[in-house]
């Protein structure tokens, strides 16, 4: 379905600022009994300064405060060298959840 241009505007202002304690953010590791590339974590690049705390993974959740999406959780999660995903909850009848993800 296709949104017109004020209707996009007009969802993204109903979305509540995103705050850093509904947030996750972490880094990558090395995985010890990995092969190649899989045993290096982010600080283990030469590139990158020792003891960096730069994040390279956050996951957040959106609420979209309207008659149409509200209590739709948008989760949004994202890391370097990773896949972008964008993942919907959508509520059964039975109030259980499932999750669809948008690659």
């Keep these: 379905m296709y949104l017109s241009w004020t209707l996009q505007v007009k969802v993204l202002r109903s979305i509540p600022e995103v705050l850093l304690e509904n947030m996750v953010l972490g880094q990558y590791v090395g995985d010890p009994e990995g092969e190649g590339d899989a045993k290096l974590g982010y600080l283990d690049d030469a590139s990158v300064p020792k003891g960096s705390v730069t994040p390279t993974y956050a996951t957040t959740v959106l ?41």
Excluded: M, T
């Excluded at 948008?74 to 509520?91: H, M, P, S, T, W």
């Design 63 to 103: 609420f979209i405060k309207n008659d149409r999406w509200e209590g739709v959780p948008f989760i949004f999660r994202c890391g370097k060298g990773r896949r972008a995903f964008v993942y919907l909850q959508e509520r059964s009848e039975k109030l259980e959840y499932k999750c669809i993800s948008l690659q």
